[in-house]
T-cell receptor, first 109, second 112 residues
Framework: AQRVTQPEKLLSVFKGAPVELKCNYSYSGSPELFWYVQYSRQRLQLLLRHISRESIKGFTADLNKGETSFHLKKPFAQEEDSAMYYCALSGSGNNDMRFGAGTRLTVKP | DAGITQSPRHKVTETGTPVTLRCHQTENHRYMYWYRQDPGHGLRLIHYSYGVKDTDKGEVSDGYSVSRSKTEDFLLTLESATSSQTSVYFC???????????FGQGTRLTVV
């Protein structure tokens, strides 16, 4: 069975500091990994996905198959980054999409 | 809005009553999902559908059933609501595989 673990429920940093949100996964096949974000009073929306290898709003995430991780990073956090972040996994060959418990990021001025 | 709406947006119901939540899409996406969101648990998959009349269970399916009689609608039914089913329910759609999922605005259900 596929599983996503986000070990930090809460994360607080100061504006301009680096931030890393951790995500580990368990899946026997080839995973498709995503980060979704939920800003206050807004819908969940895609932030980025590993297959695109892109940077969105300054965030990047690298899939590390050896460590089964997909950590989200940003070198300089901004106050507008404060939100709930979810890591998600979809297994190749199936379309069952699972999410982690989420990390609430607060960026302080 | 990504062409996905949930109804109702808020509902209060009594223990033991049946409740049906509706997810409607205008995107003709093949895959539809129902999740519940609870503090400390994040989003947990209840059921999902990969086509009309094709559904499968997720990780927390007990006490829930679903139906998809047409592409655009995915219904979630709580057969006999319990207080443990008080939650925020989200519907999502996507075309499949590694594609982006689009979410509805959520339904806040309270079972008293």
């Amino acid at each position: 069975a596929q599983r996503v673990t986000q070990p930090e429920k809460l994360l607080s940093v100061f504006k301009g500091a680096p931030v890393e949100l951790k995500c580990n996964y368990s899946y026997s096949g080839s995973p498709e990994l995503f980060w979704y974000v939920q800003y206050s009073r807004q819908r969940l929306q895609l932030l980025l996905r590993h297959i695109s290898r892109e940077s969105i709003k300054g965030f990047t995430a690298d899939l590390n198959k050896g460590e089964t991780s997909f950590h989200l990073k940003k070198p300089f956090a901004q106050e507008e980054d404060s939100a709930m972040y979810y890591c998600a996994l979809s297994g190749s060959g199936n379309n069952d999409m699972r999410f982690g418990a989420g990390t609430r990021l607060t960026v302080k001025p | 809005d990504a062409g996905i709406t949930q109804s109702p947006r808020h509902k209060v119901t009594e223990t033991g009553t049946p409740v049906t939540l509706r997810c409607h899409q205008t995107e003709n996406h093949r895959y539809m999902y129902w999740y519940r969101q609870d503090p400390g648990h994040g989003l947990r998959l209840i059921h999902y559908s990969y086509g009309v009349k094709d559904t499968d269970k997720g990780e927390v399916s007990d006490g829930y059933s679903v139906s998809r009689s047409k592409t655009e609608d995915f219904l979630l039914t709580l057969e006999s609501a319990t207080s443990s089913q008080t939650s925020v329910y989200f519907c999502a759609i996507r075309t499949g595989g590694n594609t982006e999922a689009f979410f509805g605005q959520g339904t806040r259900l309270t079972v008293v």
